[in-house]
């Protein structure tokens, strides 16, 4: 550790150690990050070292043995098995306030409706009890609580946790910012999901799940449609003894950025953008060397998480987060739960369909789902079999339609879009209702106009940019 970085240790532990809001677990937690930081511990990758894993370590989805038709094994894999939704993040980036989970995905459901119907049908069916974990920050903790109370007469039991709440550090005197009189909530942030095991093991929920015989969690996004319960999956590792499983799915053109496995050093590991040197990036976001990405869906062993988070040993790569906030130039520091995959044994990935990976970050997004590519079954989204096309259209909407409000008003009724190939829309546009949209269309309304998409409109292979186009 640089000396210079040495002295700003004890001032940064001191200060911490007056913040009355963080329990001792998060200051010893927070210290710990912010040493290892601190001490430039970083792995070096040597990118001559980098192989590709092969099937034994990503596991093709199609070799895994099928689950028996007789219910009894099935309930068998359930009884063991723990849901865990990542449900810190809120819905700002698409205009909405509180949890992102909140937001109506599609038929009035929500997120969180559409993940407490799934598993409440599975433990109909099979006479099982699946619980369902939230993992909140404090941005969305209060939020939360009063939404799952709706679920009271649910068959599903619902667990909530915090994840930790670090302060923000003050980048040039490197102090907790709350330390300074930065006392709201824009003086913390939540570190990352990479806090997910040791939050749920401070919890007491880790111990209280291993005293009820469950034996693994499924991690996944809550905004990930596709992350369903895959009892193929869990059979798997059960019979392989793994204690560590990430979902990948091929990469297309969309995902170049996304982390992928390798194998190193003898060891299966996630390398994410960051850690490339820049000689090496347009490599990695190849296709043809790296075909794989994290889809953040993650079946993890509960014993393992416990034994690793007692050792102090799940020291994964640390993303330093530089931000501004109210002028103010801060740091976090945060962690990725998929960068745990090396600390654990027999750890493999599986390579997964596509239909795994199905997230909403934007509305973009939301018209895929909403629209008539994809069906609602049972709570779950399932895309249409007319479209014979294996990729969804690329779809790009301009600022106007950024926020849900303005999204939904825009359109009349989402069109129907089983036969469109793409999409692009920008300026000051609005659809009416029973459009379908084929090919590939682009609409685009001039400054200071506005531009309607009659009721009923077929539009095939188009681009439009006024009335006269249509």
Known sequence: MAAAAI?????????????NEMSDNERSGFINLVSRYLSGEAQHIEWSKIQTPTDEIVVPYDKMANVSEDASETKYLLDKLVVLKLNGGLGTTMGCTGPKSVIEVR????????????????????????????????????????????YTNSNVDIHTFNQSKYPRVVADEFVPWPSKGKTDKDGWYPPGHGDVFPSLMNSGK??????????????ANSDNLGAVVDLKILKHLIQNKNEYCMEVTPKTLADVKGGTLISYEGKVQLLEIAQVPDEHVNEFK??????????????VNLKAIKKL?????LKMEIIPNPKEVDGVKVLQLETAAGAAIRFFENAIGVNVPRSRFLPVKATS???LVQSD????????????????????????????????????????????????????????????????LKGKVSVKANSGTKLEIPDNSVVVDKDIKGPEDL
Request: glycine share 6%; charged share 25%; with cysteine.
């Open 206 to 219: 880790l111990d209280a799940f291993i005293s009820q015989g469950k034996e693994y969690v499924f991690v």
């Open 309 to 313: 988070v007692e050792a102090d040993a």
């Open 365 to 367: 997004d939301l018209l």
């Open 373 to 436: 590519l994809y069906t609602l079954v049972d709570g779950f989204v399932t895309r249409n079999k007319a479209r014979t096309n294996p990729t969804n259209p690329a779809i790009e909407l301009g600022p106007e339609f950024k926020k849900v409000a303005s999204f939904l008003s825009r359109f009349k009724s989402i069109p129907s879009i089983v036969e469109l190939d793409s999409l692009k829309v920008s300026g000051d546009v609005w659809f009416g209702s029973g459009v379908v």
């Open 286 to 299: 190849s296709i043809e060397k790296f075909k794989i990405f994290n889809t953040n869906n993650l079946w």
């Open 107 to 150: 038929d009035g459901l929500t997120f969180l409706d559409l993940i407490v119907i799934q598993i409440e049908n599975l433990n109909n069916k099979y006479g099982c009890k699946v619980p369902l974990v939230l993992m909140n920050s404090f941005n969305t903790h209060d939020d939360t609580q009063k939404i799952v109370e709706k």
């Open 7 to 19: 002295e700003k240790l004890p001032h940064l532990k001191s200060a911490t150690d007056g913040l």
